[in-house]
């Protein structure tokens, strides 16, 4: 009995070890971060392609090239099109940027008129070394 819980502690530790926790502490002072909310012909074609391939899925993630760091938030798929998305905080602290932005549905539209359509923000932010934390 004691070899099989010294196996099965032993391979805990080994599926432990290739896991890696990041603890963001407190938030700390809120510092704007400026940023620009790109159309899709200034995206680069690279980030386009990428995009282009997680469509159907929320996305929610970041992309560097050489020419700055671009955060990405995605709807997936929806119904009809007329959607926005909406940022409501986009700032840095010490530790981190965070970003919670929200999809915002259509007024109103006609049944008979429903277009699938995937609602995707690109924004361009100079800041390189922090994380980014979505909300």
């Known amino acids: 009995m004691k070899k099989i819980y010294g196996i099965l502690f032993f391979l805990g530790m080994i599926i432990l070890c290739g896991c890696e926790v990041k603890v963001i502490e407190k938030q700390g002072e809120k510092r704007e971060l400026p940023f620009v909310i790109l159309g899709k012909e200034v995206i680069p074609e690279e980030l386009k392609k990428l995009i282009e391939e997680k469509k159907e899925e929320e996305i929610k993630l970041t992309y560097v090239d050489e020419e700055g760091r671009y955060i990405i938030i995605g709807y997936g798929k929806q119904n009809t099109g007329g959607y926005s998305i909406y940022i409501k ?47």
């Open 89 to 135: 905080e986009l700032y840095a602290t010490e530790n981190a940027i965070y970003v919670d932005a929200s999809l915002i549905p259509p007024k109103e539209y006609k049944k008979e008129e429903q277009v699938s359509s995937y609602p995707v923000m690109v924004i361009q932010i100079s800041e390189m070394s922090l994380p980014v934390v979505f909300r």
